[in-house]
């Protein structure tokens, strides 16, 4: 399982930065996090065709580290969604 070697929060550009250990980095805007929560109740709102809505300036407010990802807790609230390694890889270099 790959691992980032530093994870960075920017509350100022609502940007999540990972660092990879293969050297690449990871830019990630934080409503983009939000909108692609992979919690159930997420899923069960793009299961049923919908997207899901978050405000513009929702922000990560805490990141709680488990092994195989983190758990992040927006400015919405929300914080129901564990955002494995590998989910956050495949979300792209800089989806802002």
Partial sequence: MKVPVHVEL???AHTMTLYWP???TQRLSH???RRACPCAACRRVRVAGDEVR???GVA???IQSMAYGVQLVFSDGHAQGIFPWSFL???GADAV
Wanted: aromatic share 0%; proline share 6%; hydrophobic share 55%.
């Fill in 10 to 12: 920017d509350s100022r």
């Fill in 89 to 91: 890889e495949a979300l």
């Fill in 22 to 24: 293969d050297a690449m």
């Fill in 31 to 33: 409503v983009a996090l």
């Fill in 60 to 62: 990560v407010v805490d």
């Fill in 54 to 56: 978050a405000p513009e």
